[in-house]
């Protein structure tokens, strides 16, 4: 019985995750993700901010918008994997909005490789939640997806319970300011023993200035959650201010 259940797990990993000899994300060779890649989007030699997850010089524990209060302050720490821009944008863009969320299992062995040097270890994992109206449009939420591919190749329990009861208007033409407005109330947990004492990553696809992160962190915060340590496949680049040559 034993030997039928270690084939049948192996026979549903073959069926969810494939060997990838090409690059993901510019399609070349030395897959999943190619040195030039990974140099180009997911900067390898960059930290990244401890409050919202920004690209950073190495020797900065934070970025200046976190340095002057304007990050998110719920969380123990925040970490992306890559940069938002070129290959890994279009990535990320293509398996939201092009209905490809299987794409993932493309990165699963990087990703979570890089998730488990780059934070502690933790009692699970959670999705930040999208509202049933947009779930209904996309047909899946892409945080989910990513966080199943944690649970797989780490064993990470995925915990339940998080909501998003708002539909709130797109983020990306506001400020920070307006965005925690914009989440103020947006989320709710349902489930709070489950995330009691705990220390759990929150996965997203994309942080910004982490405001989403933040307004879920607040929840569980509220709920007795030990640790929160944000996740996300892409984050910006702080600006780096070039002096003039004149």
Not at 12 to 35: I, K, N
Not at 199 to 213: A, I, K, M, R
Request: with cysteine; glycine share 8%; hydrophobic share 40%.
């Amino acid at each position: 019985m034993m030997m039928l259940a270690k084939e049948g797990a192996k026979l549903a990993r073959a069926l969810w995750y494939t060997d990838e000899s090409t690059c993901v994300l510019c399609t070349g060779e030395h897959g999943p993700v190619c040195p030039n890649c990974t140099r180009e989007y997911l900067h390898p030699e960059l930290g990244r901010c401890l409050r919202c997850g920004k690209l950073i010089v190495p020797e900065k524990a934070i970025c200046r918008d976190c340095e002057a209060g304007k990050g998110p302050k719920q969380l123990d720490r925040v970490i992306a994997w890559g940069h938002y821009s070129g290959g890994l944008k279009k990535f990320i863009q293509e398996l939201k909005f092009g209905s490809t969320p299987w794409r993932l299992r493309e990165i699963a062995q990087p990703l979570t490789d890089w998730a488990i040097k780059s934070l502690p270890a933790v009692d699970g994992v959670a999705a930040v939640p999208m509202h049933p109206t947009r779930l209904a449009e996309r047909g899946f939420n892409q945080a989910e997806v990513i966080a199943s591919i944690l649970h797989w190749e780490l064993g990470l329990p995925i915990l339940q319970g998080l909501e998003r009861v708002t539909l709130t208007s797109p983020q990306v033409l506001l400020s920070r300011q307006e965005r925690l407005l914009n989440l103020r109330g947006a989320f709710v947990l349902q489930e709070q023993d489950s995330f009691q004492g705990r220390d759990v990553w929150l996965v997203d696809d994309v942080t910004t200035t982490g405001s989403t992160l933040e307004a879920v962190a607040e929840v569980l915060r509220g709920s007795g959650t030990k640790a929160i340590y944000g996740l996300c496949l892409a984050a910006g680049l702080e600006k780096v201010l070039v002096p003039s040559s004149d």
